[in-house]
C-alpha cells in the first residue's frame, strides 16, 4: 500500500518561506506523478504544482506567480515544495499526491494526510 507523509508546514510571517516535503513508500515513485494541492478553510481544494514522472512536465497553479518551485527525487522517493515570498492567502492545508495509471489504463490516485501551512500578516 502506498502512503505518503508531508513534513515541513507551519507557521511563518507573510514574504516567508517553507519547504513543504513529501516521503513516499511502499509503491514505485519512479513512475508516479506527483503533485501537491492546497485546500482553505471554506474553499475548493486548488492544484499548487505537479511534476510528471519523467520530468519532464512541471505546471503551477495560476496564484503561484513563480514563488514556488516543485522538485522531486526519485532515490529518495520524495517531492519537494520550495515556497518563498509567502503570503497570508497561501493560508491553507497543503496535501501531496501521487497518480499514476497502468498499462490497463487504471489510474491509481493516492494522498497525503496534509500538513498545514499558516502566514500571519
Known amino acids: 500500500q502506498v502512503q505518503l507523509v508531508e513534513s515541513g508546514g507551519g507557521l511563518v510571517q507573510a514574504g516567508g518561506s517553507l519547504r513543504l516535503s513529501c516521503a513516499c513508500s511502499?509503491?514505485?515513485?519512479?513512475?508516479?506523478?506527483m503533485g501537491w494541492f492546497r485546500r482553505a478553510p471554506g474553499k475548493e481544494r486548488d492544484l499548487v504544482a505537479a511534476i510528471t514522472w519523467t520530468d519532464g512536465d512541471i505546471m503551477y497553479g495560476e496564484f503561484v506567480e513563480g514563488r514556488f518551485t516543485i522538485s522531486r527525487d526519485n532515490d529518495k522517493m520524495s517531492v519537494y515544495l520550495q515556497m518563498n515570498s509567502l503570503k497570508p492567502d497561501d493560508t491553507a492545508v497543503y496535501s501531496c499526491?501521487?497518480?499514476?495509471?497502468?498499462?490497463?489504463?487504471?489510474?491509481?490516485?493516492?494522498w497525503g494526510q496534509g500538513t498545514q501551512v499558516t502566514v500571519s500578516s
Open positions: 511502499g509503491g514505485t515513485f519512479s513512475v508516479y506523478h
Open positions: 499526491n501521487a497518480n499514476y495509471i497502468n498499462g490497463m489504463g487504471v489510474e491509481f490516485d493516492y
